[in-house]
């Protein structure tokens, strides 16, 4: 059976693309492209993400009104089943505010929008998602965003750290986010969420690929399971 995945796309992603070529690369399958007012999703899917951008222009919040768009009851009804899904940037942003995600990503600390590589500590390798990474491995990957400073209260930070759900930290703190985090995971390890984007170091051409090992080796996860 095919592989099947979809790419959410709301009014003002920009990362979309990116990520739909960085799956199809990863698992020889195009996803579908979903327009956010889609009341429903496709109902057998194996992976679904949120990609970076804008979403509604960030008004109100980073990703609070795309996390009340139609879609969304379709992907936590997904995620719930155990569909893997990642958020990365907005994406990372709509999943806090949707409540599939603890915490929520503030103003970065300089106040300033930050559009740099940077080195993560790749801190569980044994999700769905880091299962091509090596435990302690540091990659390279890209980042871009105005408000990725991550906060959640210490009894949370204490939870995700005791339950191995921080999936990468920053090796260089570059937005003030509480214990450097990167991303992180839901309780169930099939939801994740993460400022850094993978998806623009999947090729040569982009300065490094470090960021497709997270697609492949959660596309051979699924194949396996």
Not at 39 to 45: C, D, G, Q
Not at 80 to 105: H, I, K
Not at 183 to 212: F, I, Q, Y
Request: glycine share 12%; proline share 4%.
């Amino acid at each position: 059976m095919a592989f099947r995945a979809a790419v959410i796309t709301f009014p003002g992603s920009n990362c979309d693309r990116d990520m739909a070529v960085a799956i199809e690369r990863a698992s020889g399958s195009a996803p579908l492209r979903v327009w956010h007012a889609d009341a429903e999703l496709p109902e057998r899917l194996d992976f679904i993400a949120l990609p970076g951008g804008f979403s509604y222009g960030d008004y109100l919040r980073s990703g609070a009104m795309a996390a009340n768009s139609p879609v969304m009851r379709g992907v936590k009804e997904q995620a719930e089943r155990g569909v893997p899904v990642l958020g990365v940037c907005n994406g990372f942003q709509v999943l806090t505010e949707a409540g599939l995600l603890p915490g929520a990503l503030m103003r970065n600390a300089s106040q300033n929008f930050i559009c740099r590589t940077v080195a993560l500590t790749v801190e569980n390798s044994q999700s769905l998602f880091t299962g091509g990474y090596d435990q302690g491995q540091t990659i390279r990957i890209p980042v871009a965003h105005h408000d990725g400073n991550y906060f959640a209260d210490e009894d949370t930070l204490d939870r995700l750290e005791g339950e191995g759900r921080v999936a990468f930290r920053y090796a260089e703190n570059c937005n003030g986010s509480r214990r450097d985090i990167a991303g992180v995971l839901n309780a169930a390890g099939n939801v994740l969420g993460m400022m850094p984007h993978p998806e623009r170091a999947v090729d040569t051409a982009h300065g490094g690929t470090d960021g497709l090992a997270l697609f492949e080796g959660a596309m051979r996860t699924l194949a396996d399971a």
